[in-house]
């Protein structure tokens, strides 16, 4: 939701960079291919982060993502402005090919995009709980080196 915002470019908007922590690219595609309930037409995907080791989806979902919400080059040459994408490569929710693809695209245009790779070994699933400081001292240089942020002795004067 976040990337088809910032590609509008509403000059009423304020958004001078984005971060991104595991989106869900791709999102669809999985959807595409989840178990579906006969009797409620709920889509299934696997998770570790739900009892049962199913999350339940309504199909509207699925709908919405492949009628406003698809991920292509068009998207990619509207944003102009700094990203910083950190993933998991141990993600099972979110795959990174996905993520990749994508940040691929942003390379192709204006844009300034990071793609911080996260191993498993260093807490690279889906939530990222392990590896948080890591993100916050690498999201913390990013936004320095594109002018997002500036030092708090630079703001007081």
Same mark, same amino acid.
């Given at each position: 939701?976040?990337?088809? &915002?910032?590609?509008?470019?509403?000059?009423?908007?304020?958004?001078?960079?984005?971060?991104?922590?595991?989106?869900?690219?791709?999102?669809?595609?999985?959807?595409?291919?989840?178990?579906?309930?006969? /009797? /409620?037409?709920?889509?299934?995907?696997?998770?570790?982060?739900?009892?049962?080791?199913?999350?339940?989806?309504?199909?509207?979902?699925?709908?919405?993502?492949?009628?406003?919400?698809?991920?292509?080059? /068009?998207?990619?040459?509207?944003?102009?402005?700094?990203?910083?994408?950190?993933?998991?490569?141990?993600?099972?929710?979110?795959?990174?090919?996905?993520?990749?693809?994508?940040?691929?695209?942003?390379?192709?245009?204006? /844009?300034?995009?990071?793609?911080?790779r996260i191993s498993g070994d260093d807490g690279g699933d889906h939530r990222l709980n392990r590896?948080?400081?890591?993100?916050?001292?690498?999201?913390?240089?990013?936004?320095?080196?594109?002018? &997002?942020?500036?030092?708090?002795?630079?703001?007081?004067?």
């Amino acid at each position: 939701m976040a990337v088809h &915002v910032a590609a509008r470019r509403n000059p009423l908007s304020h958004i001078c960079a984005l971060v991104l922590l595991a989106p869900g690219f791709g999102l669809a595609q999985r959807l595409q291919q989840a178990e579906v309930d006969a /009797t /409620t037409g709920v889509l299934y995907l696997p998770s570790d982060y739900v009892p049962g080791g199913r999350l339940g989806v309504a199909q509207n979902l699925l709908h919405d993502l492949e009628q406003n919400h698809g991920l292509d080059a /068009t998207v990619a040459q509207a944003l102009h402005l700094p990203i910083f994408i950190a993933h998991g490569e141990d993600d099972d929710t979110v795959a990174i090919e996905d993520v990749a693809a994508f940040h691929d695209l942003l390379g192709a245009g204006p /844009t300034q995009a990071h793609l911080l790779r996260i191993s498993g070994d260093d807490g690279g699933d889906h939530r990222l709980n392990r590896c948080i400081g890591r993100i916050l001292v690498e999201l913390e240089s990013f936004l320095r080196q594109h002018g &997002v942020l500036v030092a708090e002795d630079e703001c007081s004067s």
